[in-house]
């Protein structure tokens, strides 16, 4: 009977733990733009570095000044809605996940949280909305390696 308790409470207390995704490539989902288009997210992206905004409100994630630092910087802001919200036309990109892509694990443990990806689709950094400011800083720093390595991919 004790080693039951044991191993159950270590099998709760490591399905709790949230996986990692940075140092992943970041998956391909089909996404839906407001008028109902569907493409590929990579179509929007292209050979940027970008801040993904995975929320259900992603427009009222960030602040002006933070857009314009992102823009200053070279890295594409896009908003994504898991599939079942609808994108909304904002003044940054909205496309919602109609492919429900991230809607499993590990990316569903990251709904209400912004993700760094470089230009070759890799996850630099991620942070929780309540810590953008921690993310932009970091996109700060490699905002010279993303714009070299979208110079070389064009």
């Not at 191993?7 to 998956?27: D, E, H, N, Q």
């Not at 288009?37 to 929007?44: A, F, G, M, R, W």
């Not at 919602?96 to 070759?120: E, F, Q, W």
Request: hydrophobic share 45%; with cysteine.
């Amino acid at each position: 009977p004790i080693i039951t308790t044991l191993l159950v409470v270590a099998a709760v207390s490591t399905a709790s733990r949230k996986t990692t995704i940075v140092g992943t490539l970041f998956p391909q989902p089909v996404v839906e733009w407001s008028d109902g288009e569907t493409v590929l997210l990579d179509s929007i992206i292209k050979n940027q570095g970008a801040v993904i905004l995975f929320s259900e409100f992603p427009d009222k994630l960030l602040c002006e000044v933070q857009h314009a630092k992102l823009a200053s910087i070279g890295i594409r802001l896009i908003g994504i809605t898991p599939e079942w919200n609808k994108a909304v036309d904002s003044e940054i990109a909205i496309v919602r996940d109609v492919s429900r892509l991230l809607s499993s694990r590990p990316y569903s443990d990251y709904l209400d949280h912004a993700i760094l990806l470089r230009p070759d689709k890799y996850v630099a950094a991620t942070a929780p909305v309540n810590k953008i400011a921690d993310l932009l800083e970091i996109a700060e720093q490699f905002s010279p390696l993303m714009e070299r390595s979208a110079t070389v991919n064009n």
